[in-house]
């Protein structure tokens, strides 16, 4: 079975960036044809994907966080990585890393992310 975990620091500053990582292990991010995901819930609202990463390398983004969101692989380690830069309060959310790119079989447990001064 495929488990992923996020991690990364849980507080960042207004216009610093935000990194997060996902480890995956039971499977490898480099299996055809899988998409990994990172997914952000900002609270009392709904799901946001954020944008994913494929088999192959090949990114995707939503295109409302575009101008400011990177998703990264290292295939060594099997994990994939989020940056996205300029924060504001705006992006305190929990954020996900999930196997998939619209539907999604396995999902991290999530990890709290808060943009404060």
């Known amino acids: 079975q495929v488990q992923l975990q996020e991690s990364g620091p849980g507080l960042v500053k207004p216009s610093q960036t935000l990194s997060l990582t996902c480890t995956v292990s039971?499977?490898?991010?480099?299996?055809?044809?899988?998409?990994w995901s990172w997914i952000r819930q900002p609270p009392g609202k709904g799901l946001e994907w954020m944008g994913a990463?494929?088999?192959?390398?090949?990114?995707y983004y939503s295109p409302s966080l575009k101008s400011h969101t990177s998703i990264s692989r290292d295939t060594s380690k099997n994990q994939f990585s989020l940056q996205l830069s300029s924060v504001t309060p705006e992006d305190t959310a929990v954020y996900y890393c999930?196997?998939?790119?619209?539907?999604?079989?396995?999902w991290g447990q999530g990890t709290q992310v808060t943009v404060s001064s």
């Open positions: 999930a196997q998939g790119l619209r539907t999604y079989d396995y």
């Open positions: 039971g499977g490898s991010i480099t299996t055809s044809y899988y998409y």
């Open positions: 990463i494929a088999y192959d390398g090949s990114t």
